[in-house]
T-cell receptor
């Protein structure tokens, strides 16, 4: 049982280049999330998905796009990378979501470290 | 705006002592609060969840308290071990945004 798998683990981009981060989960979780983690900033939600074919904006969505064509996959795209997008990106999934459901326990991937020069 | 405060300075303690980490929040009343552990180069791992109507939750050497009046959660590790060294993140669930919001984490260093 692999859990949440992210690829690639490391990537270096030049300003203006595009790329896609892939997240795959094998737990049949309905909900998936993309976070970025910067020193002293905590984890900030970029986009999330409440099911196949649906996506929504999180706290810091600008400069990113996402797609969830299959339940098990959640893709994060950078159309024109900027140095401000240098960060560690984490994908997570959860079986449920919300205050009265199963309490939204997140399973995280190992992270993807992106450097934009 | 919501604000979550965790001590950004590392907490250094001696093996065998109890480590206490603090999570303070403002401007909202979370339905529940989660604690995660994160090791260097790894993703966070869920540890414990405490709901708003619970005062205390335990799991082996871990204990979490939740004081909705003080707007504070405390995370305790008793009989700490060097293997407990990691960064610990608190994450209250904010009803208004229907999402977890993470604090910046506190790094714990347990010295033998």
């Amino acid at each position: 049982n692999a859990g949440v798998t992210q690829t690639p683990k490391f990537r270096v981009l030049k300003t203006g280049q595009s790329m896609t981060l892939l997240c795959a989960q094998d737990m049949n979780h309905e909900y998936m999330y993309w976070y970025r983690q910067d020193p002293g900033m905590g984890l900030r939600l970029i986009h999330y998905s409440v099911g196949e074919g649906t996506t929504a904006k999180g706290e810091v969505p600008d400069g990113y796009n996402v797609s969830r064509l299959k339940k098990q996959n959640f893709l994060l795209g950078l159309e024109s990378a900027a140095p401000s997008q240098t960060s560690v990106y984490f994908c997570a999934s959860s079986l449920t979501r919300g205050p009265t459901s199963g309490a939204n326990v997140l399973t995280f991937g190992a992270g993807s470290r992106l450097t934009v020069l | 705006s919501q604000k979550i405060e965790q001590n950004s300075e590392a907490l250094n303690i001696q093996e065998g002592k109890t480590a206490t980490l603090t999570c303070n929040y403002t401007n909202y009343s979370p339905a529940y609060l989660q604690w995660y552990r994160q090791d260097p180069g790894r993703g966070p791992v869920f540890l414990l969840l405490i709901r708003e109507n619970e005062k205390e939750k335990r799991k082996e050497r871990l204990k979490v308290t939740f004081d909705t009046t003080l707007k504070q959660s405390l995370f305790h590790i008793t009989a700490s071990q060097p293997a407990d060294s990691a960064t610990y993140l608190c994450a209250p669930f904010i009803r208004a945004g229907n999402m977890l919001t993470f604090g910046g984490g506190t790094r714990l260093m347990v010295k033998p």
